[in-house]
């Protein structure tokens, strides 16, 4: 039986939220300036998406209609902005506390 090399599957919404919350980063400069912070942002918006994996970013943009390609935009930019809210209140918490 043959290894299957499955190096080239994604989810699609990580390029998406990626870029999403650099965007965003600018309206939160107490999260910008630290990439751990942006990352836990990112981890928390792709939490709150349903997975999308895909190998060719073509393909699936193929098959989507416009009005399930402005829904997924919504959904990225509504949990990019959670994520942000999130984790800034988890920040000043531990501020708080510790």
Known sequence: MALADF????NHHEREVFAAV????????EIANSND???DVACVALNRLPPRYIRHEVDFSFYLTE????????AIAEAVNY?????QARTALRARSG
Request: proline share 4%; net charge negative.
């Open 7 to 10: 190096s080239s599957l994604y």
């Open 67 to 74: 009005h399930e390609r402005l829904e997924i935009d919504h």
């Open 83 to 87: 994520a942000f809210n999130f984790v």
């Open 22 to 29: 650099m965007d965003a980063a600018k309206d939160h400069p």
């Open 37 to 39: 912070l942006l990352c």
